[in-house]
């Protein structure tokens, strides 16, 4: 390639230079960085002495609304996307359209911001449960489990006595770290906001996924929900930190959701442990407006029935 070019003007690379394989060209390399991490190849306003400039004419300005990227070699125009036609402009998403010489260019594929590959683990072993029969017994077990460091990533956090075990093991002098979605679902409730302020208070760093000023969130919603304890387990589950999906035995609960508690390699708590990352851009400290109340309340519907968690182990 060339030249990449939109209505409102074009750029092309250097003298002497010329896209080959994967190239990075972006508006700002430092605005870039800072969603993303890592400098780009190129950049075509000048924000860093670090990245060379594309050779600009015009504005070179995207719409929003609608706009197209036409990308060029030696004059000859090789691929096209336009939208809205082609494809629909979401935030936190990327266009990715595969050309061949000489051939009509596949059609535009959209999808999320690519993170993580699909990575597959062995000799895993663990135990199944469900819940909310046997759900609150394990959690506990996880959280009571580590002595260095807690890591929690969940959509949300509305538990007070899942609240009291984690600031538990704080006072014990155990790092928290906590990652919720910043923007659920019918927003943050009142039980929330009093159980992370409560967290907060009992020494919890505390973090929120969504868009800012600044940078997009890097996923539409965090809607994770795992531990991490001491690097050594792993506990995920169907179920958000709440009392219906973690009620005290004998009480009764939502529904039957799952989990399970594994003891798996350090791969797979690295991959797990890599997406909590307070670093990303979207990822901030919670803001707390409520006052730190914790409160115990009943859970609805359906009764607990104690089904026993069940061993599992992956073949090596």
Known sequence: MSRYQTGGGSARFPDGDR????????????????VHGNYPDYEWYDSTPDVPDMIR????????????????????????????????????????????????????????????????FSGVSGTAFTAPDASQEMIRKAINLADTELLINVYEFADPTIAMDVAAARNNGTSITILLEGGPVGGISTEEEGVVAYLRDNGAAVYTMETTDNAHARYRYDHAKYIIADRKVVLVTSENFKES???????????????????????????LQTSLRPTWPGVISYRFPAPATCRKRQPETHTNRHSAPVPLTMPA
């Open 19 to 34: 896209a080959t394989g994967r190239t990075v060209i972006a508006q700002r390399a430092k605005a870039y960085r800072t």
């Open 57 to 120: 004419t015009g504005t070179l300005k995207l719409a929003n609304k609608g706009d197209e990227v036409i990308l060029r070699e030696d004059g000859q125009e090789t691929s096209c996307i336009t939208w809205p036609k082609d494809v629909v402009c979401r935030e936190g998403r990327y266009i990715s359209m595969k050309t061949r010489s000489g051939t009509p260019p596949a059609p535009p594929d959209d999808r999320p911001v690519p993170v993580f590959p699909p990575i597959s």
């Open 245 to 271: 999906g973690f009620p005290e035995k004998g009480k009764a609960g939502n529904r039957g959701g799952w989990g399970a508690y594994l003891s798996p390699t350090r791969g797979w708590q690295t991959t």
